[in-house]
């Protein structure tokens, strides 16, 4: 199995950026898929983004599109989710996630989970 750990959240101010890390031990990361969620006090998990394990395909909820990038260095073993111009809306705690087969935007089709970081985006 694989084990993610995300880093790099933080306070930024509405308009600004943050680049989260999603870096992988365990099993060989490149025949991993990665996604991430997100989820903010009394709402639900929600899918932010998600690359397959070659990077040669991306997904992107609705409400990041044209703001968020996702990318992987299967050398690092890491995932990068690149926020630009964040919203007070955009706060959450964020999650990475990896599975084996496949990729997608439904949570329960990945098995390994990291324990996420928090994103806070002030006005």
Same mark, same amino acid.
Do not use: H
């Given at each position: 199995?694989? %084990?993610?750990?995300?880093s790099?959240?933080?306070?930024?101010?509405a308009?600004?950026s943050l680049?989260?890390? @999603?870096?992988? &031990?365990?099993?060989t990361? &490149? =025949?991993?898929?990665?996604? +991430?969620?997100? %989820?903010a006090?009394?709402?639900?998990r929600?899918?932010?983004?998600?690359?397959?394990?070659?990077?040669?395909?991306?997904?992107?909820?609705d409400?990041v599109k044209?703001?968020f990038?996702?990318?992987?260095? =299967?050398?690092?073993n890491?995932?990068?989710l %690149?926020? =630009?111009?964040?919203?007070?809306?955009?706060?959450?705690?964020?999650? @990475?996630?990896?599975r084996?087969?496949?990729?997608? &935007?439904v949570?329960?089709?990945?098995?390994? +989970?990291?324990?996420?970081?928090q994103?806070?985006?002030? &006005?």
């Amino acid at each position: 199995q694989v %084990q993610v750990v995300e880093s790099g959240g933080g306070l930024v101010q509405a308009g600004g950026s943050l680049r989260l890390s @999603c870096t992988a &031990s365990g099993r060989t990361f &490149s =025949n991993y898929a990665v996604a +991430w969620f997100r %989820q903010a006090p009394g709402k639900e998990r929600e899918f932010v983004a998600a690359i397959d394990r070659s990077a040669g395909n991306t997904l992107f909820a609705d409400s990041v599109k044209g703001r968020f990038t996702i990318s992987r260095d =299967n050398a690092e073993n890491t995932v990068y989710l %690149q926020m =630009n111009s964040l919203k007070p809306e955009d706060a959450a705690v964020y999650y @990475c996630a990896a599975r084996l087969y496949g990729y997608g &935007s439904v949570p329960t089709g990945y098995k390994y +989970w990291g324990r996420g970081t928090q994103v806070t985006v002030s &006005s």
